[in-house]
């Protein structure tokens, strides 16, 4: 059983920067690609960026493209979502999830999820 949990969320002005970690107890984490998705107030969950098992692909949402940036520690089972330059519009709570395999784009159908972890950007 994979058991994932999220942290490193919080409240931050537009501008700063968050590096949301997610935790993943159980199986070998190289076993699944990994991604994050989130969800703002009133909107449903979107894509934001997704890694293989072995950390050698990655994929973000448009959105995201050249702020955020997707890593992995598979010797620590945790995978990072390093966010920079942060805009009152990635307001969400942030979710990790695991997959069978890598996907480009909303691609991705995830087999666990965490409980995610509220990120708020004030302007």
């Known amino acids: 059983q994979v058991q994932l949990v999220e942290s490193g969320g919080g409240l931050v002005q537009a501008g700063a920067s968050l590096r949301l970690s997610c935790a993943n107890s159980g199986r070998t984490s190289s076993g699944y690609a990994m991604a994050w998705f989130r969800q703002g107030p009133g909107k449903e969950r979107d894509f934001v960026a997704g890694i293989s098992g072995g950390g050698g692909r990655t994929t973000y949402a448009d959105s995201v493209k050249g702020r955020f940036t997707i890593s992995r520690d598979n010797g620590k089972n945790t995978v990072y979502l390093q966010m920079n330059s942060l805009k009152p519009e990635d307001t969400a709570v942030y979710y990790c999830?695991?997959?069978?395999?890598?996907?480009?784009?909303?691609?991705?159908?995830?087999?666990?999820w965490g409980r995610g972890t509220q990120v708020t950007v004030s302007s």
């Open positions: 999830a695991a997959d069978v395999s890598f996907a480009h784009g909303t691609n991705w159908r995830p087999i666990y």
